[in-house]
């Protein structure tokens, strides 16, 4: 527990760090290029409130999947956002699945903290409380399975396998459809890490994973076993703070390549099959990245946007409009990047230019994870769990 305290003030402390100052903070003027229509809103139970739960909706076909913290699950018809089931963790309804009432939830809440996943015609999460949980795409209970640490990371889906990383830092693999453990590998952890985990992937017959001590690695999928380890990050500094090396950030995988970025390190691009090193450049960040053709989008540590070529880690642009501004990690969207920040506004940027085009003020509760699209449409949840699906012309 006190480790756990530990966590919870050191990313407190990093929030302050990179959305305070002295000075108030000002939002660069935007002349508003564009209008992105709403299509649909609506909630999932309270969202994540004020919590550091990385729950991101996901769109798999017609259908929208979302999450609350307190343990709602909810399908959504994607051209008009009228419901078509929701599943309450809290509430099993004697399904002979649950050992008991005791184990699913804290109180009334069910602390749902990692999804959601889609693959093998099922969902799946993670919670707080070490539970594993599968349901069907109609939103029948398939299995829940327990292991020890939470899961605050969203699983990784493919080779036969869901794969969770926990807080621990271990790495469990379950069958996708029963929930029975396949391996587990343990990766050493230091004392004191960001309250985070790195979104485990799988590619390629291999499980990416980064890791709390600022490395990152590649497991055999099958096996379990460790094919190569790298250090992207190095512990410096004489506070605990500037010491901190997590690789928090979702590794991205892109032919042959992997693109990793870690708080207080830097962003390496490694060879999947051996883990060679073919550049590395100096940006820090704990936000999820992403990839478009040529190009690689980043907010760094302190709300700074760039974009780099991903075959020499050169810069072609950078925004520093929303400097010290506590934001999202980017989200492709046609022409756009979409970064939601922690006020609840959603900043449009030309991906070529890196100029703003848009701003929208959508939600004071604000935004905690990226946005997220399937090439005609842009899904946001902020943080008191609505949802809003946008599109433009």
């Known amino acids: 527990m006190k480790l756990q305290l530990k966590q919870v003030l050191l990313l407190s402390a990093v929030i302050l760090a990179g959305c305070s100052s002295k000075e108030k903070l000002v939002l660069p003027p935007v002349q508003n290029s564009i209008d992105p229509d709403v299509v649909w809103s609506t909630s999932i139970g309270s ?6 739960s990385s729950l991101t909706p996901i769109i798999v076909g017609d ?12 399908a959504y018809n994607l051209e008009n956002g009228k419901r078509k089931w929701q599943f309450d963790l809290r509430k099993p309804a004697g399904s002979s699945f649950w050992r ?10 069910a602390r749902i903290a990692g999804g959601l996943s889609y693959g093998y015609d099922k969902i799946y999460f993670g919670t707080e409380n070490g539970d594993v949980v599968a349901l069907s795409a109609d939103g029948e209970l398939v299995w829940r399975s327990e292991v020890k640490g939470e899961v605050l990371a969203r699983p990784a889906v493919g080779e036969g396998l869901v794969v969770v990383a926990t807080g621990a830092g271990t790495l469990v693999a379950l069958h996708p459809d029963t929930g029975e453990e396949r391996w587990q590998f343990e990766n050493e952890q230091p004392a004191l890490t960001l309250r985070g985990v790195s979104d485990p992937v799988i590619e390629a017959g291999g499980v990416i994973y980064g890791s709390g001590n600022g490395h990152i690695g590649v497991l055999i999928a099958e096996r379990g076993y460790q094919a190569w380890e790298e250090p992207i990050a190095v512990p410096k500094g004489s506070t605990d ?12 995988v892109v032919g042959g390549t992997v693109y990793s970025i870690a708080f207080n390190g830097e962003l390496v691009a490694l060879e999947l099959r051996t883990g ?15 990839v478009a ?7 760094d540590s302190v709300g700074r946007i760039y974009a780099l070529d991903v075959r020499s880690g050169s810069e072609k642009w950078s925004q520093f409009g929303l400097n010290k501004h506590y934001l999202t990690g980017p989200a492709v969207y046609k022409d756009y990047l979409v970064i939601g920040d922690n006020k609840g506004n959603l900043h449009w940027v030309n991906r070529q230019t890196g100029d703003f085009v848009a701003r929208q003020s959508m939600n004071s509760s604000g935004f905690y994870t990226e946005a997220v699209s399937n090439g005609s449409y842009v899904l946001v949840q902020s943080r008191n769990g609505k949802l809003v699906l946008l599109q433009t012309p």
């Open 47 to 52: 969202g994540v409130a004020h919590y550091e």
């Open 63 to 74: 259908t929208v999947y979302a999450a609350s913290r307190e343990g709602l699950v909810a």
């Open 100 to 109: 008991g009432i005791s184990d699913v939830w804290s109180g009334d809440n």
């Open 241 to 252: 703070l500037s010491r901190l090396v997590d690789v928090d950030a979702r590794p991205l």
């Open 276 to 290: 060679r090193q073919l550049w590395k450049r100096d940006y820090a960040s704990f936000r999820n990245m992403t």
């Open 293 to 299: 053709g040529d190009t690689l989008y980043l907010v």
